[in-house]
């Protein structure tokens, strides 16, 4: 994944909705996302906290019982990894080329649950026999 | 065919040429125990070596996720089933080797990966074997049993890094009809020349691991050159120096029966055989040798390194008991430069290593990280430590 993390931006989102081909490619930059939307992380939405409000809205300090409102280091900045998140997964279309059929590597026998009798011999290391 | 001794398989074999050793022989050894497969080994070659038109699919150096993990896909299910089950007895290889199966007409039993092989460099990443098999365990495998866990892991994975082997007997160098390809008498590197290669593909079709990539801008062949830029002045290549995990050591390798007992190459794979070569039965014996990763399962392991692997895993668990093994698993990565020798320095409980070129002493590392603790209060600015060791 990380060697091509080209992230969805506000063109490519765009372009998947309105080009004939749904292809994520900013019609004014020519960029293209390898996501529809999002990034490689984004199921579990951003890194960085949101701010929504906070700016005027009163809130609790992060230790004690201090209210206070306004910036708070441990509510505005990142300071973890998201513990949890809720992801729901849809199917967008089958594998194969042009939405036809199984992923060609599955297809192949190569994946987990698609293996071939080849593909099982060599999970087992029955390729090999020690006298 | 003429004959040659490949000590990897403890036999002769044939081999299209006479056999004819450089004079020295570089080699590297990669510890898998240690590979997060963090690819920034992957990177510094590509930012290197293959930024170019027509490289766009090259990797020469990669790392795959085993045993789903493959580039191109599938490379050594394919040629292990072209090869068929094979033999060892004791550390002699009893099967043939991919020159011997050969058909008649065909130097090296091969074959040409398809150009879609190559469209999923990173496929497999970090997928285990063993999850999806519920039941299996005591007994039950109708898999009415469920998946639970009974205190011992039953699904395992592994990263393997991979780069061009630079073999002693290349199967790429043996199948190029215009004898481009050719191995340095002063190193062993395997270089594919570039104004005489005229892409036929056949090192392609010939190479097992699949190291070889056509350039289709070019239209010619290119590979891994073992930064030879870099170690014909004494410095390791890019892969191994960039490496944040520290789990590869480059240099020289001497043949079996003149091994140096102080060289850190010769002492891990011919004193201790603790780095092993990836898929010997093929028979090309090749020049990257790994340290198997303990944890999975011999069978498997067995089939891609080798008979000698449950040796190897035992050495290297009681590592911690042998100071003079855990010197020379301590110098992996430590140093820039290609040393020749290296010793444990018992006074300072520190790994000595020695420049190949100079002969000075070039890194030290101590075995066991020293712990500093600092006052929770620094007086001179007056200020607290947040981290105090």
């Known amino acids: ?131 | 065919m003429p004959k040659v001794f490949n000590w990897q398989i403890g036999r002769e074999m044939e081999f299209p040429y006479e056999g004819a050793r450089p004079d020295n022989q570089f080699a590297y050894i990669f510890d898998l125990n240690k590979c997060i497969a963090c690819q920034t080994c992957t990177i510094a070659c590509k930012t290197t070596w293959t930024a170019g038109k027509g490289q766009e699919t090259m990797l020469w150096n990669n790392v795959e996720t085993k045993p789903y993990g493959y580039f191109p896909l599938g490379w050594d299910l394919k040629i292990l089933d072209l090869l068929g089950a094979q033999s060892w007895d004791g550390d002699v290889y009893t099967g043939k080797t991919l020159f011997e199966a050969a058909e008649s007409d065909e130097i090296v039993l091969g074959y040409l990966p398809d150009d879609m092989d190559y469209a999923n460099p990173n496929i497999g990443e970090d997928d285990c074997y063993g999850t999806t098999f519920k039941g299996a365990v005591n007994g039950r495998s109708d898999g009415s049993g469920g998946a639970y866990f009974d205190a011992v892991h039953h699904s395992w994975m592994f990263y393997l890094p991979r780069i061009c082997n630079h073999c002693t007997y290349p199967a790429c160098l043996s199948s190029c009809t215009r004898k481009s390809i050719y191995k340095r008498k002063m190193d062993g590197i395997v270089l594919i020349d570039q104004t005489r290669c005229r892409g036929y593909r056949e090192c392609i079709k010939g190479c097992p691991y699949k190291r070889p990539f056509y350039n289709p801008h070019t239209r010619t062949s290119e590979k891994c050159i073992a930064c030879y830029p870099f170690v014909e002045q004494g410095q390791q290549p890019q892969c191994v120096v960039t490496c944040i995990g520290k789990i590869r050591l480059s240099g020289y390798l001497s043949t079996p029966e003149k091994s140096i007992k102080n060289h850190p190459m010769d002492y891990l794979i011919h004193e201790k055989r603790i780095a092993l070569p990836l898929y010997p039965q093929f028979g090309l014996e090749p020049n990257v040798y790994y340290i198997p990763p303990v944890h999975v399962p011999p069978q498997f392991l067995t089939q891609m390194f080798g008979p000698r692997v449950r040796h190897a895993i035992e050495t290297y668990r009681s590592a911690h008991k042998d100071p003079e093994l855990l010197s020379a698993l301590t110098l992996f990565g430590c140093t820039e430069r290609i040393l020749k020798a290296f010793k444990y320095d018992k006074s300072a409980n520190e790994a000595v290593g020695i420049d190949m070129m100079n002969g000075t002493e070039v890194v030290c590392v101590p075995l066991t990280e020293p712990v500093i603790v600092r006052p929770l209060h620094d007086q001179k600015l007056g200020a607290y430590r947040h981290n105090i060791t």
Not at chain 1, 12 to 40: C, I, M, W
Request: net charge positive; hydrophobic share 30%; with cysteine.
């Open chain 1, 1 to 131: 994944m990380w060697h091509n993390m080209y992230g969805a931006c506000k063109g490519t989102v765009d372009a998947t909705r309105n080009r004939p081909d749904g292809l994520a490619k900013s019609e004014e930059t020519g960029y293209q996302s390898l996501f529809r939307s999002g990034s490689h992380q984004s199921c579990t939405r951003g890194y960085i906290k949101p701010t929504h409000m906070t700016d005027s809205l009163v809130r609790k300090g992060a230790f004690g019982q201090e209210i206070g409102k306004g910036f708070a280091a441990d509510i505005h900045c990142p300071t973890g990894a998201p513990r949890e998140s809720f992801v729901r997964i849809t199917r967008a279309e089958a594998g194969g080329m042009n939405g036809k059929g199984l992923w060609r590597p599955a297809e192949l026998g190569l994946r987990p649950t698609y293996e071939t009798d080849a593909m099982k011999r060599f999970l087992e290391g029955k390729y090999i026999k020690e006298k």
